[in-house]
């Protein structure tokens, strides 16, 4: 089957893209919700969580990985050389769908402290495209709030305004979400840059870059199992957590707590 | 000298306020920033890092440790057993000052979910008056916030005051900071749950019941230097954390990093 895992239930959006563009794909989530907030500690622990992470799908039978995660991704050269099958990230695919997006190569960026100290997507666009501009904000009470509930919040709206001010003075005429909790509130954060900025949720890329490897490698496609079925399994495991779960996927879903 | 240690860099709150209530006495800090949201986890973990930060101070010198932080004081009980010099911890006195300030004996608490959960402020406040009414809030917005700087912004008023409104209609008299990073914002909690609710800092508990302690132990007051030096050192250092530091101490300080 897929596996797909992510530092904390941000990840599941993957899963929701994944399940809306190629149906039918059996999918195994790891959420690492667990250690969701260390995640931002080093990239030598990161690579090391997602080592784990990633041992645990294949152990469970994941034939294909796709990392759910923007700190993940940024990290992904260094990790996907540790493994023999196919891995995907997220980073790439929403920097060529906003460079597709953009006719002014006006580009910005909102994500993790971590993700934004990275630098991963100024880099990636620029080795595209060296004439575009990025301009990265990072937006550390998202994650907190979004993992509260508070989507509708005024005071998230409130926050949502303050970050994305820089970006407005910019005239940026495409918005990368590079933390996958962020498509949670990507109706708050459209109200907030206007309708005329085009936002590019991460999700969305990567699951069509899976769905155009499959059909180009039958060879890997037929090792996926196709009976619709998704497990979700948690590193730790709050009533706050499967209710932000319930929301991103649209259905009653049970978290299965593991020790990794 | 005297060791303190906390999660992050809110217990130097307790640091300024043992400056304060008995200068001159030699201190190093712990702050465990690298590692501080993980502090969450679960209580092995925290154990886990509590040993190796106090192990950190007694190998730098620590003849006295205190814990400023709200989350190691919840498993106090399974630490202190491992040392064999004094040591503090910041809810006992809290929990004193609170029941001795309250009329009413209807104190609140506001602390992160970790703490609430603990339900060691409980606990503690009914093993000393079993006929008090305790109400606890998990405010897990507000290290964030206070970790961003966000002090004195309209946001973090908003988010106090949506916390704070369940203390509001219980009419409680008495309120405890439950968390060392909080007295940054007690001027905006003070506001939002109004003037004739007291606010009791657990830096200010935890001070005097040191300074009681040398009194009555000078074979341990003699064992610690006394010329007025201070050094933090922390796990994981940022602008916005010596920032925040500089705000707690009230001047120019050098964050020291050090691996543990």
Redesign the interface.
Known sequence: MIGIFGSGIGGLTVVRAIMERIPGYDIKYFGDT??S??W???PETVIEYAVSDMTFLIENGAKLIIMACNTASSVESDIVEKFEIPVFEVVTPAVELALESSRKKAIGVIGTRATVKSGIYEKKIKDLNSGARVYSVAS??LV??IE?G?ID???TA??VK?YLHPLKTRQIDTLILGCTHYPLIKHVIQRKIGKRVNIIDSSTGVAEKVEKFLKEHPDIDCLLSKNGQSRIFVS?VTDQLAKTARLILRKNVILEQVKI
């Open positions: 667990g250690r907030h260390c931002s500690s080093s550390p009470l907190p709030l509260e508070w919040r005024p005071e409130m926050i303050k730790d």
